[in-house]
């Protein structure tokens, strides 16, 4: 059964989780108790590969559950470790696919990263663009510039090109990340302040909601589910593609 997490209760505060390891060798050790979260859905997306010495995509949270405190890693690369134990946590009472997280568990003292030098690795990219941006599974974890800046450091880990232009990842956010009418979030907020104060939810690429408008949603992979909402939502602008189609 799992664990209900409660994450109205964490503090994102990274300069107090980053107190919590130390190097030693070739190793990171923390110097408290810890516990790295992230989906459980990355097990089957091949991000994860989960036992006694679990591989998984440093896209995760680092909890530390005494003080109530969080951090996140974002690097674009594969780290092994050996926890102490192994979890499984849902946010508050939900369980479904996408509310469940794996927890592993670290003690004083634990080796947490068995090896901080990594073999950059390009075929983690598809398998990141297809969860996180087709499919829309953004985690709780990550607000809005986190998803922007998610291949910010593909050039260090995976030896490719894909990051050096950052406009590219932030269109991708902006038409994935809705406000709570799944309208675009872009036009909902004001501030910068905003992105942490009113959270936006999300919807993948292959979603018609992602597309506001009738031409985008009809040449898509999903027809029938593209004509329908075009059908139910009024276009309240078009695209230069829509009236070429058009004419």
């Not at 997490?5 to 994102?12: A, M």
């Not at 110097?31 to 440093?58: E, G, H, W, Y």
């Not at 599974?137 to 986190?146: F, G, H």
């Not at 872009?186 to 910068?192: D, H, P």
């Amino acid at each position: 059964m799992a664990i209900s997490l409660d994450i109205s209760k964490l503090t994102r505060d990274a300069e107090k989780i980053k107190k919590l390891f130390k190097t030693v060798g070739d190793t990171t050790i923390c110097t408290s108790d810890i516990t790295i979260l992230f989906p459980k859905r990355f097990v089957n997306k091949n991000l994860c590969q989960l036992d006694m010495v679990t591989t998984v995509i440093a896209y995760y949270a680092i909890i530390d559950f005494k003080n109530n405190t969080y951090a996140i890693a974002l690097a674009p690369g594969f780290q092994t470790m050996k926890p102490s134990s192994i979890s499984l946590y849902g946010l508050g009472n939900k369980s479904d696919e996408k509310t469940l997280y794996i927890g592993l568990g670290f003690k004083k003292d634990d080796v947490v990263i068995l090896n901080n030098t990594l073999v950059k690795d390009s075929g983690c990219l598809f398998h990141i663009l297809s969860e996180l941006f087709i499919n829309g599974n953004i985690p709780w974890y990550m607000n809005y510039e986190d998803v922007s800046n998610l291949l910010l450091e593909s050039k260090k880990y995976t030896d490719t090109n894909i990051g050096n232009d950052p406009a590219g990842l932030e269109i991708l956010t902006s038409i994935i990340a809705r406000d709570n009418r799944f309208k675009p979030y872009r036009e909902y907020i004001k501030s910068r302040d905003e992105i942490f104060s009113k959270p936006p939810t999300y919807v993948g690429l292959n979603n018609v909601m992602a597309y506001d408008n009738t031409g985008s949603k009809l040449v898509g992979n999903y027809f029938g589910e593209g004509l329908t909402s075009a059908i139910l939502e009024k276009e309240t602008h078009t695209s230069d593609s829509s009236k070429i189609l058009r004419s």
